[in-house]
């Protein structure tokens, strides 16, 4: 380790040791989410199985609750249950580097742990440097810098970055999100045969291509994965304007399905679709476990006007990550659902059978909690609408006629409700994971989800039901 990242990582566990016990006693730390022990998290990085050990890294600024210089923190777990945080995995020590490690993936090959990153570098005329690095392994803990393998192509702005690798056959590939000349956004595709030495194929999907207009002026987190026969781009457009119910976040998370040639780089492919439709969902980034299932985590979190705002800045940390869901393709649509080893974290349990709820301001006794999970499979529905309140600061609602599923929650800036909503043909099975400050919200098995963060009274453990329905509900609090 060079002089210098040391003394910055030394920085950052002295930051850490600085506010240890004040952000351990705040009331909206999470209780089964990775969070920061410092600082600003964002982007999931480098998830991978290797040797038998589950390693997630992420974006993470130690020194503020704002977006500066990213390191790249760590932990690792042997179920994705049990994490322990690891020795920070990087530091913007080099001159490539120098205003921040961002975002990447990780691969294993003969035996070793190797993580791609980009590089970024700002410049005192106010223009940005990018190099795509990569940094080697040989227990998953350590990592020796090699530097840049990957240099700015020609045809793209210094908005080029987050680069996922893969293998398929005997090569490895590549895919970056870019920013095209004419600030379109874009995925570039790469091939390499030893991971250090890379050649640019093309883009394989953008802004007037395939078949589309104008989609966002950058594409942020690309991730090409393969399900049920399928090839799925996973991205995060930026520059996406509202239309109706969708795009209505600053930024979107979502995918298309398709069929990439890998030949002729020709990927005809559908319309985008939105992972998410709540409030904090962004980065999503994927990884294949040892016993084949697709993982995902995201960003909790969202660069927006009420980033901050969060009440948790005072406390100096801000955002998590997603709980890890395993994805699956039904009938043309990604299906989201928690992993099974989830299930650990279940005590407490309470069963209730409805055969006649009517009216509102409904509780059922042993139904509330601030760190639980709750499994509702719907029988029957009346007069349209069936409303569930969660510690009186949001609100998960759907109504049968309009065919429409909401989730609210209070405007961390302006105090004024705020709505997400989402078509959906029927609601037949909810499945939702509340921690301290956060929801994740499953419906149909997920065929869609709800993620936000919200910030109740900590004492108000209340869960409240109102409508005319028939139901079966199960709630587990989680330890």
Known sequence: MREKEGLLIQKAHNE???????????????????????????????????QGVYHVFYQWNPFETAHGAKFWGHYSSKDMVHWQEEPIALAPSEW?????????????????????????????DGTRETYQCLAVSSDGIH???????????????????????????DSWYMIVGAQTLDEKGTAVLFTSVDLYHWNELGSIAGSGMNGMDDFGYMWECPDLIHLDGKDILLFSPQGLEPEGYLYNNLFQSGYFIGKLDY???????????ELDRGFDFYAPQTFTD?????????????????ESYQ??????????????????????????????EL????????????????????????????SSELLLDLLKVKAGKFQISFRGEA???????????????????????????????????LHIFMDHSSLEIFINDGEEVFTARYFPNPKDETIIFHGEAEFRLTKWNLG
């Open 16 to 50: 850490v040791k600085k506010y240890q016990d004040k952000i351990l006693n705040d009331p909206y730390r999470l209780n089964y989410h990775i969070m920061p022990p410092v600082g600003l998290l964002n982007d999931p990085n480098g998830l991978i199985q290797y």
């Open 96 to 124: 490539y580097e120098k205003n921040g490690c961002y975002s990447g993936s990780a691969v294993e090959s003969d035996g070793k742990l190797y993580l791609f990153y980009t590089g970024n570098v700002k410049k005192e």
């Open 143 to 169: 990592f020796e810098k090699h530097g840049p393998i990957l240099r700015l192509p020609e045809r793209y702005t210094a908005h080029f970055r987050d680069p996922k690798v893969w293998k398929k056959g």
């Open 263 to 273: 030949e002729t780089l020709n990927f005809q492919h559908g319309s985008f679709t």
């Open 290 to 306: 040892e016993l084949g299932r697709t993982i995902l985590y995201g960003w909790m979190g969202m660069t927006d006007e009420k």
């Open 311 to 340: 009440p948790t800045i005072s406390n100096n940390w801000v955002h998590a990550l997603t709980i890890p869901r395993e994805l699956e393709l039904r009938e043309g649509k990604i299906y989201q659902r928690p992993v099974e």
């Open 343 to 370: 299930k650990k974290l279940r005590k407490d349990k309470v069963e209730v059978k409805v055969d006649k709820m009517e009216g509102n301001h409904v509780q059922f006794d042993g139904v509330n909690g601030l």
């Open 395 to 429: 609100h998960l609602s759907f109504d049968l006629d309009k065919k429409e599923i909401s989730l609210q929650r209070r405007h961390l800036k302006t105090g004024a409700l705020e709505t997400r909503t989402c078509k959906i043909s029927s609601v037949s099975k």
